[in-house]
């Protein structure tokens, strides 16, 4: 990574750490995800658990995507989450494998049968590029005698699908020390011998929100339950969801481009939200300060008072389907972002992808973006981050991208999410969802490459930072569907028309139809009830 926000992974938390190691969690008993997250935070708070330790020695500095795996060993058990994560730190490896140990205890894992369900289990897979065994010498060549000792690399690693993935998730290249085989060969290896019932699945899991109830440790930011998840296929190929997901477009401002002064009161909101959960949206997405060029300027005050008081509406609710409902903030402002989770928020949905609406790029972008980072971090709730280039009123660069637009997105919208989810403070990288940014800084021309093409965005490619990121595409009602509709037939027999957004309800349709074709996870829509007849029909043809 070479571009300007490079400064954030490298200066802002400079390391001295003289140890990398990798680090295994994994979880089937209670709250999988919220034990997972609770095992990390403690990871960067040993002085809490072990004594003449400093609080600053281990600092999670990578993260892979989470799974949902079936028990392997022991099979009749719960299904596990998995992930892996890379720490660097000062502690000696046993000092280390000490404090993992630890927080197994402090999580809530009790003894059990070998491979058996647990709260959470944490194991040293990679220290550097060290081998070490303390076993007695004559165990050494087996698999015995594991208990209470420390084998590095993991004497089970290159058999197990669960480690492989997540490591190739962060260090497909590191070639291991016994097996002298890159993590991508190893994985590779192991996937051609699979013959399992249920393949493992990337999952973004949710927070919920408000808090009601939450488990704090001592020098831990509180943790939020995490029951609800969405699913993705692992695939070397298109990467599908197990269900494409409605997201429900909820403006509550007077001047959106299609919606504006529509659902801006709480009853109009509330009759929209109740309408589209019915109807089958799997999120509301609520904005409250419109992209529209043009749009007048909203303070953060403002802002939270037109979306602030539509979550509580919508958490008090008399319709539990609605009342329950997952909810997205639509904001690229810390204040408002955090406002909105802590009424009942469970995502956030930047434009700008934490950097704010400067373009191009300057200091102040990188002090959005650790800001922003630093809330949804606190928060655990998953980010979807859009590819744009700055605000859409003062700027109109929709100059050549380098590469192509295909290849410019992934390079611009790559940087952002690395620059998130790397260095000590990071977004998880399980809970970013990318979004190509369909409308934004772009040609028709341009908007129509990255619909008929989406797919290869986040293919599996060994130099694409967006490799395997669950996609959200938003084309509804856009201005390009207007120019399209507005371009008369090639033989000149029809000339075209001029619609209004509310009008391009077919037009939209024909891009969520493409955008299930090329894997999205997630459509953004206005008229949930006919799309979510387009989402059915073209999800029966392709997933």
């Known amino acids: 990574m070479t571009g300007p926000l490079t400064s954030v992974i490298r200066n802002v938390h400079p390391s001295s750490a003289k140890h990398s190691v990798a680090i295994a969690l994994g979880s089937n008993l209670g709250d999988r995800f919220a034990n997972i997250e609770t095992a990390l935070r403690l990871i960067e708070q040993p002085d809490q658990l072990l004594t003449d330790v400093a609080a600053n020695t281990v600092s999670v500095v990578d993260t892979s995507f989470m799974y949902e795996t079936a028990p392997m060993y022991v ?7 998995n992930c892996a994560c890379l720490v660097e730190t000062d502690m000696e490896p046993w000092i280390l494998l000490k404090l993992l140990k630890r927080i197994e205890t402090t999580v809530g894992r009790v003894p059990s049968i070998q491979n058996g369900p647990r709260a959470v289990d944490l194991d040293i897979i990679l220290y550097d590029n060290e081998i070490i065994d303390t076993r007695a010498e004559s165990l050494r060549d087996t698999l015995d005698g594991l208990a209470n000792e420390l084998v590095v690399p993991h004497p089970r690693m290159a058999e197990r699908e669960f480690v492989l993935r997540p490591l190739a998730d962060m260090i497909p290249e590191f070639v291991h020390p016994v097996h002298k085989k890159s993590i991508r060969t190893l994985l590779g290896d192991v996937i051609r011998q699979s013959n399992v019932d249920f393949p493992m699945l990337k999952v973004t899991p949710f927070a919920d929100y408000p808090i009601t109830e939450t488990r704090q440790l001592l020098g831990t930011h509180q943790v939020p339950s995490m029951g609800r998840y969405w699913t993705t296929h692992c695939s ?39 309408a589209s959960v019915r109807a089958g949206a799997d999120i509301i997405d609520i904005g409250g300060y419109s992209t529209r060029p043009g749009a007048a300027f909203v303070s953060p005050e ?24 997952l909810i ?7 204040e408002v972002a955090e406002a909105a989770v802590l009424a009942g928020a469970n995502c956030i949905n930047d434009v700008y992808s934490f950097t704010g609406p400067e373009y191009p790029l300057a200091q102040s972008s990188e002090k959005h973006l650790l800001k922003m980072r630093e809330v949804a971090r606190k928060l655990a709730v ?41 260095g000590k403070g990071g977004v998880r990288r399980w809970f970013v969802i990318v979004d190509p940014g369909i409308g934004f800084s772009k040609t ?20 694409n930072p967006l490799a395997g990121y669950p996609r959200l595409i938003g084309s509804s009602r856009k201005s390009f569907l207007g120019a399209i509709l507005e371009r008369p037939d090639a033989d000149g027999t029809y000339k075209g028309r001029k619609t209004e957004p509310k009008e391009r309800e077919w037009a939209t349709a024909a891009t969520v139809a493409c955008a299930i074709q090329q894997g999205a996870s997630v459509v953004r829509v206005h008229d949930v009830q006919d799309m979510r007849d387009v989402v059915a029909v073209a999800s029966a043809i392709w997933n």
């Not at 991208?401 to 410019?408: A, F, Q, W």
């Not at 490459?449 to 060994?462: G, I, K």
């Open 302 to 325: 403002e802002e939270c008072q037109r979306v602030v008081p539509v979550i509580q509406a919508i958490r008090s609710h008399e319709d539990q389907d609605v009342s329950s409902a």
């Open 382 to 422: 998953p980010v979807i981050l859009m590819h744009s280039r700055g605000d859409a009123g003062s700027n109109k660069d929709y100059s050549q991208y380098k590469g192509g637009v295909l290849e410019g997105v992934r390079v611009e919208l790559g940087e952002k999410v690395e620059a998130i989810i790397k």
């Open 75 to 81: 099979t009749d058990q719960p299904r596990f989450a």
């Open 328 to 334: 997205s903030i639509d904001t690229f402002r810390w």
């Open 444 to 463: 028709v021309k341009a908007n129509c490459a990255l619909l008929r093409e989406a797919s290869s965005m986040t293919a599996n490619t060994p130099v």
């Open 236 to 274: 070397s190929d298109i990467q599908r969801p197990t269900k494409v997901r409605l997201m429900a477009t909820l403006n509550a401002t007077p001047d959106s481009f299609s919606d504006g002064s529509v659902n801006n009161t709480l009853s109009a909101a509330l009759t929209y939200s109740a």
